[in-house]
């Protein structure tokens, strides 16, 4: 009787758990892609559209199996941008903003001048900013019932973002427009 009453609780305890280990999974992932991405970026003297759609080949083979970008109607979604933004004496300006993937999904970070936490770029220097954003939500099981037990349908889209300076060059330019 005991246990019963017990197994759907540890039923549902055992499809938290592993809803909650692949969201992880896949911020770290995504974290990573970020990462590399503007690392890869930031060692080049000058970018070309080329580069720049190698840079968007590079993040999906990274992020596999979870997806760093996606296109057409189908779920799920994701999308990513690669920019460099530049420090003025009037404050950051961007300088040039690609993207990739899902047009639903607003970019936050790298097609704005506003970076995170107010960060300001020094007047004269550059820096790389990659954002990568996946629809992947945890929970997704429980969606339906949520909702009734939390109020809301768990967290939103994971979103995940690289700064890096550049070492060559200040990448201020792109030799084209973006792929």
């Not at 770290?28 to 970020?34: I, Y």
């Not at 530049?86 to 993207?99: E, L, Q, Y």
Request: charged fraction near 15%; hydrophobic fraction near 50%; proline fraction near 7%.
């Amino acid at each position: 009787m005991e246990f019963a009453i017990l197994l759907p609780l540890l039923i549902m305890l055992f499809v938290a758990t592993a809803e909650l280990v692949l969201h992880i999974r896949t911020w770290f992932r995504l974290e990573r892609t970020a990462a590399e991405v503007t690392n890869a970026a930031s060692q080049a003297e000058a970018l070309t559209v080329n580069d720049v759609a190698g840079l968007f080949d590079a993040a999906r083979a990274i992020a596999a199996p979870v997806l760093a970008w996606s296109s057409g109607p189908g779920l799920p979604r994701a999308r990513t941008i690669i920019g460099v933004v530049s420090g003025t004496a009037a404050g950051n300006v961007v300088r040039w903003s690609c993207s990739r993937g899902d047009a639903g999904l607003a970019n936050l970070i790298a097609g704005k001048a506003a970076l995170p936490n107010g960060f300001q770029v020094p007047a004269g220097q550059s820096v790389l900013v990659t954002e990568v954003v996946n629809s992947a939500t945890p929970w997704s099981i429980m969606s339906a019932a949520a909702p009734v037990f939390f109020g809301r349908v768990g967290p939103g889209p994971i979103r995940t973002y690289a700064i890096m300076r550049p070492r060559q060059a200040e990448l201020t330019s792109i030799g084209g427009a973006c792929p």
